[in-house]
Structure formats: structure tokens, C-alpha cells
């Protein structure tokens, strides 16, 4: 296996709304984070106690696997019925000849053998794969977000009060990448020359809503909203 090098390269998304918005979105979603299957409280009785902007990093990653490879194999060869051996390359199969009465009366009669021998395979394959916060597979490509990237992130990278990185390794993500880009292989594999090739990795901080709501009986729950997506998560 080849050694993958990897560098990483760090990238913030701009907001798609703003701080108004992101509040407007909450107090009509707030009656129902707070609802149960008995009651239903009221809008007055749930107060936003804050409401701030973090950004969250996703991981992009896209590579090339290749692998070339030696299998054995074994494929079915129909003969005419006349035939009695199959010669390749100097070696000899006896044909085995169909004796059953009703086969000779069948128009399309022909025999057949399984000959085995050794097939040569090469496989490419180039895909991507990202990942939320946490860890878990998102759908999202860098030709999504090429248009709405922020032209200085380190303003906003450099803070580390609303900024959450990654909770997955590189490390993970890196294997992930690789078990999705890898075919399976068959058993019968003799020899295998493998090549795995990192294009890009990207840590994509996405602006992300947090609201900190108190209902009745002071409890205390959290909404958060997409800022790229407009949609509570």
C-alpha cells in the first residue's frame, strides 16, 4: 500500500442569513421544541436566554484508488456437438459428449466445458466523501460551497470561543475514503499492486445558529440552525 501524504486545507463559509433571521426562525420553531404530547406552551412562556453564531467543521476529502491484480477464474465454453477436444495454447480438454437420447433430438445441441485459467484486472476508481461535526457522512461537495467561501477565514478561525473542530480524526476519515474507493476482490486474487492517491482535504467550517431557549418549569433546550442550509437542524 502506498503511503498517503496529506495536507489540510482550512476554509469558513459565509452565513446565508442573518443574526434577525436566525431569531425569526427560532421563535416559530420554539412552541414546538418545547411541546409534549400533553400540553403545549405558550409562545410567551419559552424566553430566548442567547443566541450566537458558532462555526463547525465538516471534512471534505476525494482521491484516486487504482489497483492492478491477477485472479483465477473459471468460464464455460459451448462447443459443437462434434467437437471432442479444446486445444489452448498446447494444452488439450476432452469435450464430455452428451449421450442422452433426447439430446440428439435437440436442434441447437451443443457441449460444453469449464476451462480455468488466470484473468489480469485493472481498477480506477475517483471519488469523494465528507462528514459532519461528529463524524457521520454527510452529503456535501466542494462544487456546493465554491461560491460562498469566505475570503479571510483566519479573522474568524483565529477566535476559538465560537469555534468547534472536527470530533473525527483525519486519520478515520483518510480509511473511510479508502474502504469506499476499494472494490471488493476476489477470492482467487495471486497478486495485487494497489496505488491510493489523496486529491484534496478540506476542513470546511460551516456557520451554525445556536439558541439557548427556557420553557416552563425552567427547562433549558437548545436549537440549532443551518446557516448555510436555513434549515433547523
Avoid at 443574526?19 to 400533553?38: G, P, S, W, Y
Avoid at 419559552?46 to 463547525?56: A, D, T, W
Amino acid at each position: 500500500m502506498t503511503k498517503i501524504d496529506h495536507k489540510i486545507k482550512k476554509v469558513v463559509l459565509k452565513p446565508q442569513i442573518d443574526l434577525d433571521t436566525a431569531e425569526e426562525m427560532v421563535n416559530n420553531r420554539k412552541v414546538k421544541l418545547f411541546q409534549t404530547l400533553l400540553k403545549k406552551p405558550k409562545k410567551s412562556e419559552i424566553h430566548l436566554h442567547s443566541l450566537k453564531l458558532f462555526y463547525e467543521a465538516c471534512l471534505i476529502l476525494s482521491g484516486k484508488y487504482r489497483a492492478d491484480f491477477i485472479r483465477d477464474v473459471s468460464h464455460t465454453i459451448h462447443v459443437d456437438k462434434n467437437v471432442r477436444e479444446l486445444i489452448l495454447d498446447d494444452k488439450v480438454y476432452p469435450i464430455p459428449q452428451k449421450k442422452s437420447v433426447f439430446s440428439k433430438l435437440e436442434p441447437t445441441w451443443k457441449n460444453k466445458i469449464k476451462v480455468k485459467f488466470q484473468e489480469r484486472l485493472v481498477i480506477e476508481n475517483e471519488d469523494d466523501v465528507a462528514f459532519d461535526h461528529h463524524g457521520k457522512e454527510i452529503d456535501l461537495s466542494y462544487k456546493n460551497i465554491q461560491k460562498i467561501i469566505d475570503k479571510y477565514p483566519r479573522k474568524i478561525l483565529n477566535r476559538d470561543d465560537n469555534v468547534k473542530k472536527p470530533e473525527i480524526t483525519i486519520d478515520a476519515t483518510i480509511n473511510k475514503l479508502i474502504s469506499k474507493l476499494k472494490e471488493p476482490t476476489d477470492k482467487g486474487v495471486k497478486s495485487l499492486d494497489e496505488e491510493i492517491k489523496l486529491y484534496d482535504i478540506l476542513e470546511v467550517y460551516v456557520p451554525v445558529f445556536e439558541a439557548r431557549l427556557i420553557g416552563p418549569k425552567k427547562k433549558i433546550k437548545i436549537l440549532r440552525i443551518d446557516g448555510i442550509r436555513k434549515k433547523v437542524l
